[in-house]
């Protein structure tokens, strides 16, 4: 069984920074397609961040582009999201996910469906 485990949540102020984290554990992978998702209180979960499996292509939601970035380091099979410039409105559980297909679509990338494993998740409070 796989599992992903997230690390790095917390509480920070507006305008502050976090560095998440994300590996599998258990039996693992080739991650080929890493990403993040977020889900806030009331709120559906909503695409966050991917990457390719050369760390190359990178994709964010509209909402963090320009505060927030993604990276991996395929020696760990480690996904990583600095996130910069918080807001109270970044607010939410952040769930990583990975899948062992190769995409070259956006929309693969964005979609839930498309990965097959996710973490438990990891809380991230922004106070204003």
């Known amino acids: 069984q796989v599992q992903l485990v997230e690390s790095g949540g917390g509480l920070v102020q507006a305008g502050g920074s976090l560095r998440l984290s994300c590996a599998p554990s258990?039996?693992?992978?080739?991650?080929?397609?890493m990403g993040w998702f977020r889900q806030a209180p009331g709120k559906e979960r909503e695409f966050v961040a991917a990457?390719?499996?050369?760390?190359?292509?990178?994709y964010y939601a509209d909402s963090v582009k320009g505060r927030f970035t993604i990276s991996r380091d395929n020696t760990k099979n480690t996904v990583f999201l600095q996130m910069n410039s918080l807001k109270p409105e970044d607010t939410a559980v952040y769930y990583c996910?990975?899948?062992?297909?190769?995409?070259?679509?956006?929309?693969?990338?964005?979609?839930?469906?498309?990965?097959?494993?996710w973490g438990q998740g990891t809380q991230v409070t922004v106070s204003s």
């Open positions: 990457i390719d499996w050369s760390g190359v292509s990178t």
């Open positions: 258990g039996r693992t992978f080739d991650c080929k397609v």
């Open positions: 996910a990975a899948d062992y297909h190769k995409y070259y679509d956006r929309s693969y990338y964005t979609g839930e469906v498309y990965y097959a494993y």
